[in-house]
T-cell receptor, first 119, second 114 residues
Framework: AQKVTQAQTEISVVEKEDVTLDCVYE???????LFWYKQPPSGELVFLIR??????QNEISGRYSWNFQKSTSSFNFTITASQVVDSAVYFC????????????????FGKGTLLTVNP | EAGVAQSPRYKIIEKRQSVAFWCNPI?????LYWYQQILGQGPKLLIQ????????DSQLPKDRFSAERLKGVDSTLKIQPAKLEDSAVYLC????????????FGPGTRLLVL
């Protein structure tokens, strides 16, 4: 089973539409971290958000918002009033302690969702 | 603050040749990571360094891949000999500490093996 599942491979919307990218994760740890990264056509991974497992408060940053629900192991990402510049691949990732233990964590990515925003 | 630097940005080689990639992390970041990203997939961790020591290299194909971070700053990743399936983007990332901290990524090196 995949640790991070992004079921939507591709999404296409028209500018100004709202869009939600889904992310479901799997872990047995009680302490873990969740991330979203954006990868535009240029290829560089851009950090968007980091949440720890003890903070379920939803977060809003401009047009971006994140909904973290431990009960359903989901960490969904919504873009409000999408713009052409939002077109990119978006990755959800889970950071959990390594099997070797200690304080070292390993980051596992989902397969990504390609978002295309058309003018 | 300067981000993670990588070079070269692009590399084309023939199979069985060798290639090396270089990474300079964000100043002060103790943890450095190398990822492989195959087209259409998410990045996969190859190796993680804490200062100049290896924390995890369980997914590094050690028969052909090697990496080092001798002085705890810059790092190099080498492939020798390269195979067709090594064609991918190689991403370097760094974080302040190893424990679930945010990783910041460099621009990557796109490798094509012919």
């Amino acid at each position: 089973a995949q640790k991070v599942t992004q079921a939507q491979t591709e999404i296409s919307v028209v500018e100004k539409e709202d869009v939600t990218l889904d992310c479901v994760y799997e872990t047995r740890d009680t302490t873990y971290y969740l991330f979203w990264y954006k990868q535009p056509p240029s290829g560089e991974l851009v950090f968007l958000i980091r949440r720890n497992s003890f903070d379920e408060q939803n977060e809003i940053s401009g047009r971006y918002s994140w909904n973290f629900q431990k009960s359903t192991s989901s960490f969904n990402f919504t873009i409000t009033a999408s713009q052409v510049v939002d077109s990119a691949v978006y990755f959800c990732a889970l950071s959990e302690v390594m099997s070797s233990g200690g304080s070292n964590y390993k980051l596992t990515f989902g397969k990504g969702t390609l978002l295309t925003v058309n003018p | 603050e300067a981000g993670v630097a990588q070079s070269p940005r692009y590399k084309i080689i023939e199979k069985r040749q060798s290639v090396a990639f270089w990474c300079n992390p964000i100043s002060g970041h103790a943890t450095l990571y190398w990822y492989q990203q195959i087209l259409g997939q998410g990045p996969k961790l190859l190796i993680q360094f804490q200062n100049n020591g290896v924390v995890d290299d369980s997914q590094l194909p050690k028969d052909r891949f090697s990496a080092e971070r001798l002085k705890g700053v810059d790092s190099t990743l080498k492939i020798q000999p390269a195979k067709l399936e090594d064609s991918a983007v190689y991403l370097c990332a760094s974080s302040l500490r190893p424990g679930g901290e945010t990783q910041y990524f460099g621009p990557g090196t796109r490798l094509l093996v012919l």
